[in-house]
Nanobody, 123 residues
Framework: QVQLVESGGGLVQAGDSLRLSCAAS????????MAWFRQAPGKEREFVAG???????YYLDSVKGRFTISRDNAKNSIDLHMSRLKPEDTAVYHC?????????????????WGQGTQVTISS
């Protein structure tokens, strides 16, 4: 079993930056693909960024160039550095892990989820 705990959310102004972190415990996730998803009120959960065990990355088009995902396998953690934030980035951000080194954008492929952290961007 894997437990994921997110941190780093908050309320910031448009144009500001935030860093989200996700700490995993229970099992080493060195060979897991990891991702960040987000869900805004009234909207479906969407893939934001993902990283494979070999550090290949993939991003939602609207965050490319603004968000950077990284992982530290020794610390069992991943980060999401978010810059030039926009009001439309407002959502609950969830960390997710899947028992495969193949990165996907489908939330059904991810077995383990954190409880989420709120990110609110004011205009």
């Amino acid at each position: 079993q894997v437990q994921l705990v997110e941190s780093g959310g908050g309320l910031v102004q448009a144009g500001d930056s935030l860093r989200l972190s996700c700490a995993a415990s229970g099992r080493t996730f060195g060979t897991f693909a990891m991702a960040w998803f987000r869900q805004a009120p009234g909207k479906e959960r969407e893939f934001v960024a993902g990283i494979s065990w070999s550090a290949a990355t993939y991003y939602l088009d609207s965050v490319k160039g603004r968000f950077t995902i990284s992982r530290d396998n020794a610390k069992n953690s991943i980060d999401l550095h978010m810059s030039r934030l926009k009001p439309e980035d407002t959502a609950v951000y969830h960390c997710a892990a899947r028992e495969s080194d193949i990165l996907t954008r489908n939330f059904d492929d991810y077995k383990y989820w954190g409880q989420g952290t709120q990110v609110t961007i004011s205009s």
